[in-house]
């Protein structure tokens, strides 16, 4: 027997440390004896039958592995399935590139405006996407209507939805619809439509209390759109759950706990609001001559990570759960089933790379196996920054990070974004909050 290269040790209280596995996402809490145990089973002989029987389940957790159990291939072989995966076919669907405000961060800076997606165009989208369920006998297919602001074209929407809900039933799949909007436009009508039809959940963005958010995210002309979002969100209140997005820097993270407070005030609820999420304000590619707004950061590492935790403190000050991600990896981009489309049919790896030509893979309208074969979906499949990723132990939640934050810091899809100071400084806390939550629980 050996410990596994993925433990994390995070001390706790009375000299009990909690072991966190990053491939197997096991945790338990042990003893200093057991966790010397752990450490030294390799070189050393349990002291007694009893640590002897700990260890010997502990295999079982992943935690204590199979001394000729090569790990690193291991992971190869997890993150390959992974990739690979044909249990949900993920498609991001752009329905317009327009769009009714004028964020100052937003990653579409600079990018080309490709219109509306006309039915036409949608019906071979819908076509193609049951071609591809019938390849990968996918049960799940989950969509999410994106852009621009996808309610600028709020009928391809409802056309999309109805079309595939009837297609996918008469083949046994299951569909599953978010909606990701700025809000201005939302309406009763739509969410009780989109109902039928599997929706699960919306995600507005609010940056801050209303003197910050119409800042960072006025309306085409320069006026707030706060105020009429808020209305929105009250008179869609109860009929989907809501996804409360912030993103933040070091002048909005200072307004955010207003944001929550305005929220309990107008009588959301938690069961109204099923997370509040929030993520620092990242580089995008070539951001440095198309953001209007100074970026810093590629990624979360590099950002104040002490604001992590003290914003989902806030959050669950004012009722709502926070944002709770322990893993940020691997990158949807590098997933096989997982497809970003653009109005006009294009397809992508990412939605921050919509628009960008030369990081396209296709088209919805071309033979398929040129896509997929094509230099830069294998470029995408094929990327494996985590070999330069040494003995790190996060890497199973890591695996070399997003590929659009290499692309942006060294214009390489192969290169590693580092992220292990998040992990170290959040991942753990989060761990730990988890095991000792359900530790007071059964006592």
């Not at 214009?411 to 292990?420: D, R, S």
Request: aromatic share 8%.
């Amino acid at each position: 027997m050996k410990p596994s290269r993925y433990n994390v040790h995070i001390p706790i209280e009375h000299d009990e440390t909690i072991v966190y596995n990053t491939l197997s996402d096991s945790r338990i809490i042990v003893t200093e004896e057991l966790l010397d145990a752990i450490i030294t089973c390799e070189t050393k002989k349990p002291k007694n039958t009893l640590i002897e029987s700990h260890l010997n389940q502990l295999l079982d957790l992943g935690i204590i592995v199979d001394k000729n159990k090569d790990e690193k291939k291991e992971f190869e072989y997890w993150i390959n399935r992974i990739k690979f995966d044909n249990s949900v076919l993920d498609i991001t669907l752009l329905t317009t590139m327009s769009c009714n405000m004028e964020c100052v961060y937003c990653f579409e800076q600079g990018v080309k405006n490709s219109g509306n997606m006309s039915k036409d165009t949608a019906d071979v989208l819908c076509d193609w996407i049951i071609e591809r369920l019938n390849e990968t006998h996918a049960p799940r297919l989950f969509v999410t209507f994106f852009g621009g602001e996808p309610l600028v074209n709020e009928s391809i929407i409802t056309y999309v939805a109805e079309k595939l809900y009837s297609q996918t039933k008469t083949i046994s799949v299951s569909l599953e619809l978010a909606l990701i909007t700025n809000g201005l436009l939302l309406s009763e009508q739509l969410i009780d439509k989109l109902n039928e039809y599997g929706l699960e959940w919306i995600k507005i963005t609010l940056d801050g209390d209303q003197e910050m958010h119409d800042q960072m995210r006025p309306r085409k002309g320069g006026h707030g759109s706060y105020q009429e979002i808020m209305k929105k969100l009250l008179l869609i209140k109860g009929k989907v759950p809501i996804i409360i997005g912030s993103n933040y820097d070091k002048m909005i993270q200072k307004r955010l706990p207003f944001l929550y407070r305005d929220l309990k005030e107008k009588g959301f609820s938690s069961s109204d609001i099923s997370e509040i999420a929030f993520k620092p304000i990242q580089g995008f590619f070539e951001h440095k001559t198309n953001s209007t707004h100074h970026i810093d950061a590629h990624t979360f590492s590099m950002t104040d990570l002490n604001t992590f935790n003290s914003l989902r403190k806030e959050v669950q000050k004012h009722g709502y759960k926070p944002y709770s991600r322990i893993k940020l990896g691997p990158c949807e981009a590098r997933k096989e089933n997982t497809y970003i489309v653009d109005p006009s049919g294009v397809l992508y790896k990412c939605a921050a790379m919509v628009g960008r030509e030369d990081l396209a893979l296709g088209s919805i309208f071309d033979d398929f196996d040129s896509v997929i074969f094509g230099a830069q979906n294998i470029s995408f499949m094929t990327a494996d920054p985590w070999n330069n990723c040494g003995d790190c132990k996060f890497l199973p939640i890591c695996a070399g990070g997003c590929r659009m934050s290499a692309l942006s810091a060294d214009k390489t899809i192969n290169g590693v974004t580092c992220e292990k100071d998040y992990f170290e400084k959040v991942s753990t806390e989060l761990i730990k909050n988890e095991v000792m939550a359900m530790k007071i629980s059964t006592h």
